[in-house]
């Protein structure tokens, strides 16, 4: 497969990884009142629509590599480039999640949150480590040994699971070969905190993930290489279920699961991403739809601010107590939004209502042309 030099952008591609990034913030910053069931992550063996939106980044990931990589660059240029860029975003997620630097004790005193107590791994941590895997492949492998490299990640995955897990327990959540391996080089007190030992962004998880990544720099490349043609669309139309099939199939042997990141949860996301990548062709690529054309690509020029200042301001908010044991985006939550309209719509308007807000702020900067560039 090769590709011209000087490739044609897609707008189609932009609008993908906007839509992804604002679906992001919807799913992390549910108000209070119990979410749908979709818009909450599986909580172990199963699927949701909550689970297609992280590895939907990586994919995007991919496809914005598929571009970058296609213009004329040294090699020693090369990497220093994408070591600093993955170092610069894997710190940014360190600092997020150590963000605000504080902790408030019960007596209403302040201190330093020691280092201790951050998480490591996470989000950001797991795309730098993966974009930096996948970038280096792509650098030096030909786009069929590369499809051979994303299969043997997924494969080694499952091999390292069954090979090196307690008894019985591959797909087990405490002692399954990830959280070991996440306990013995991390430690417990670096890890996520809220599931009690066991990280969902450890680090065994980088190995499949990086094929989400791969999975989304060849479908660019294809996807340059067919044009904004329909007949693209039906190609990748029948690539993405050929792939949930045999996600499917494998699913007996080999459970789907987010938290996990099964090769079977990667071939069921992969599969998914190509079909509404392709739909999204389809639609605006050859068809000439302008809706959303300036909204969802503003949103893919500035991700990873877009992203941090949701997470931060969330956080921010609940750090200002109401009432006791309750923060501010809680209390609005609870306040405003259910009192309109309770359970699940309540907790989505809330949530839509910070997505939006964060898309203010990226239209700021946006119009005054700031684009955070690791």
Not at 15 to 32: D, E, K, Q, S
Not at 59 to 79: D, E, I, Y
Not at 113 to 141: H, S
Request: charged share 15%; aromatic share 12%.
């Amino acid at each position: 497969m090769t590709v011209a030099a000087r490739a044609e952008r897609f707008a189609s591609l932009d609008m993908f990884r906007g839509a992804t990034i604002f679906l992001m913030i919807v799913v992390n910053t549910a108000g209070a009142g119990q979410p749908f069931t979709q818009l909450i992550h599986a909580p172990w063996i199963g699927f949701t629509l909550a689970d297609l939106v992280y590895p939907s980044f990586l994919f995007a990931v991919g496809n914005a590599m598929s571009f970058a990589l296609t213009r004329p660059m040294a090699n020693g240029v090369f990497l220093r480039r994408i070591f600093k860029r993955a170092a610069l975003i894997f710190l940014l997620g360190f600092l997020m999640y150590w963000y605000p630097f504080v902790t408030h004790a019960a007596d209403g005193s302040w201190s330093v949150k020691p280092f201790a107590e951050t998480r490591v791994t996470g989000v950001l941590q797991r795309i730098a480590l993966c974009y930096l895997l996948a970038g280096l492949l792509a650098r030096y492998l030909s786009p069929r040994r590369l499809l051979a490299a994303a299969v043997a990640l997924v494969a080694t995955h499952w091999a390292i699971l069954v090979g090196f897990s307690a008894p019985g327990e591959a797909f087990g959540r405490y002692r399954n070969a990830g959280t070991l391996l996440d306990l013995r080089l991390i430690g417990p007190e670096h890890l996520y905190r809220k599931d009690h030992g066991f990280d969902p962004e450890g680090l065994l998880g980088t190995l499949p993930g990086t094929a989400n990544v791969i999975a989304g720099y060849l479908a660019g490349l294809a996807i340059q290489r067919w044009g904004k043609h329909a007949t693209t669309v039906t190609r990748m139309a029948l690539i993405g279920i050929a792939l949930v099939l045999v996600a499917l199939l494998l699913a007996p042997i080999l459970p789907i699961a987010k938290k996990l990141w099964t090769g079977s949860f990667v071939l069921l996301t992969v599969g998914l991403d190509m079909i509404l990548l392709g739909a999204v062709i389809g639609v605006v690529e050859v068809r000439g739809a302008r809706v959303g054309r300036d909204f969802l690509p503003m949103l893919g020029r500035n991700p990873l601010a877009i992203y941090l200042f949701s997470e931060l301001l969330v956080v921010t908010m609940e750090l200002i107590h109401v009432r006791p044991g309750i923060g501010l985006y809680r209390w609005i939550g609870e306040s405003w939004f259910q009192a309109i309209a309770p359970g699940p719509v309540g907790s989505l308007l809330c949530a839509l209502a910070y997505t939006f807000l964060c898309c203010w702020f990226g239209r700021v900067l946006d119009r005054r042309g700031i684009i955070l560039k690791v």
